[in-house]
């Protein structure tokens, strides 16, 4: 049961160009979304969140669009730097403690 | 920054053996969690435990499986007895409890290989 889909396992991007990274889900009880950035031999580490009653949430670099219409998420990094460069893992609760994680999309910023 | 500390970094067991993995959450947190990473597959939740009790859990979470927090700073995941299938990253996470939807807290997790 793949509650949450990363369909893009890698991207590469330019840096100080745009990251897109993007994730659809299929359960519309998922109340609150999280993007989390991970690097090898660590764990992940949060980066932003968005509740269900907002469309879009911004903290610097990152903004994290949600449409709840078409179930998709999407993260958006701009400008991409080479530290950017991990695996991005979306993930969705529905209610609780219990978060459904996507299966990451690996991004490689070219300097 | 406060962080999640978890031990060993890398656990090699027999199959069938016991294994116990440990954590030490942020302090002031109250919520905790175990996810396990199978090599090359998604993150996967196990348990959440709120209170000295479990609040959730997976249907991964089977009898061979459990959580205790032995005193106020520990807070472990048992195996009772491993399969070759148990062999994944072990996560543990911890969030603050009074204030809605915050983001849990990872540690750098325990790579177990089951032989």
């Known amino acids: 049961d793949q509650q949450v889909k990363q369909n893009s396992p890698s991207l590469s991007v330019q840096e100080g160009r745009i990251s897109i990274l993007n994730c659809d889900y299929t359960?519309?009880?998922?109340?609150?979304f999280l993007w989390y950035k991970k690097y090898p031999a660590e764990g992940p580490t949060f980066l932003i969140s968005?509740?269900?009653?907002?469309d879009k949430n911004e903290d610097g670099r990152f903004t994290v669009f949600l449409n709840k219409s078409a179930k998709h998420l999407s993260l958006h990094i701009v400008p991409s730097q080479p530290g950017d460069s991990a695996v991005y893992f979306c993930?969705?609760?529905?209610?609780?403690?219990?978060?459904?994680f996507g299966t990451g999309t690996s991004l490689t910023v070219i300097p | 920054e406060p962080e999640v500390t978890q031990t060993p970094s890398h656990q090699v067991t027999q199959m069938g053996q016991e294994v116990i993995l440990r954590c030490v959450p942020i302090?002031?947190?109250?919520?905790f969690y175990w996810y396990r990473q199978i090599l090359g597959q998604k993150v996967e939740f196990l348990v959440s435990f709120y209170n000295n009790e479990i609040s959730e859990k997976s249907e991964i979470f089977d009898d061979q499986f459990s959580v205790e927090r032995p005193d106020g700073s520990n807070f472990t995941l048992k195996i009772r007895s491993t399969k070759l299938e148990d062999s994944a990253m072990y996560f543990c996470?911890?969030?603050?409890?009074?204030?809605?939807?915050?983001?849990?807290?990872f540690g750098d997790g325990t790579r177990l290989s089951i032989l």
């Open positions: 302090s002031n947190h109250l919520y």
């Open positions: 359960n519309s009880m998922f109340d609150y």
């Open positions: 996470a911890s969030s603050v409890q009074g204030i809605s939807n915050q983001p849990q807290h």
């Open positions: 993930a969705a609760r529905i209610t609780g403690n219990q978060f459904y």
């Open positions: 968005i509740s269900s009653i907002k």
